[in-house]
């Protein structure tokens, strides 16, 4: 991907590297349409294909990707799902699963929105699936949803989804960077070297279908083209001038029910504010991983967590200093958050959940007896399993 520059190519970022004009020449070239030539249009630098015309080919793939990388960030395929009876069956199983979620009393929430904004169905893959497996696989079998996560992530991708649906009336999420990075800290993301953020953008694929036609007036997702380019941009989204900047230039682009929307996680955007009297906007939010995202071999670690742990006690008491005790935590907990069940462990106090070390640092700092801390860590991990029914 070309990123913007920081002074010296640093192998680390901060807040500090944030510089309002260099995002701004970044952000305010123009989509040359030669470089998109499949594309029925440009529009408002978005570039916009028919989808029913578009080959499986290595060349289509690689437009797709420049898009994605050096491009805008953002691609429109109009038509995606060109027959309509397959998103309506797919509506009909999303409504059924929101309305279930409803009479159960859980809210969802949001990650980027305030709680009861909207009505979000996290692991709607899963739930979608069994509750009607035909609907699922007719929806799934999509042509364009497999081409654009071949073409950005290879073969072996992973598909997970959530339903979001903004009701009239529903403000604006806050605008954001995507997973991985964006869902960090800007103390933890800052953590990592200048090419983890680098790296971060092409471990994941965006997308949204739209359920509903979406006119403008009902909050169509806002972007900034160009904007996943900028390369201190996980630390750069929750600092005002940035979000004050999104705010007065993101574009918003109308979808018909059919329609999709792909883009880089690290493109800044934001569900937009429903103002109309009467739309449910719904969309099936698609986030689409790679395949080399895991680790080689399978480890229990909340066993190996709780074995090292009366050790960890025994040597903190004995004075070892906390880079030991961390060096340990990082070789035996799982320390990232991710995968999990959003419906029973949401985000607490940001958003992710604590994750198995985050759990083990307290243990130490509070003393807590080993019986405590497996009682906790088996917790979490029943919280982290998935219950889709």
Known sequence: MSLSPVPSRRAWLSER????DTFRALVERPTDPA?????????????????????????????????????PGIVVLEG????PSVVDRATAVFDALIAEQRASGTDAGDHFAAPGANDRVWNALEKAALHDAEAFADYYANDALALVARAWLGPGYQVTSQINVVNPGGTAQTAHRDYHLGFLSNEVAAAYPAHVHRLSPVLTLQGAVAHRDMPVES?????LPHSQKY?????????????????????????AKGDAVFFNPALFHAAGTNRSAHIRRMANLLQVSSAFGRAMETVDREAVANAVYPVLLKRRGEGVDERWLENVIAASAEGYPFPTNLDSDPPVDGLAPPSQADVVRRALREEWPPEALREVLRAGRERRESRGR
């Open 17 to 20: 590297d944030c510089d309002l």
């Open 35 to 71: 470089d998109h030539p499949r594309a029925r249009a440009v529009e408002r630098n978005v570039p916009v294909y028919d989808a029913g015309r578009l080959h499986d080919d290595r060349e289509t793939a690689a437009e797709l990707v420049r898009a994605l990388a050096d491009g």
């Open 80 to 83: 995606a799902f060109p027959d």
């Open 219 to 223: 909050g169509p997702t806002m972007y």
């Open 231 to 255: 390369e201190p941009g996980y630390l750069a989204w929750r600092l005002p001038e940035f979000r004050a900047y999104f705010e007065a230039h993101h574009v918003q682009l109308p979808l």
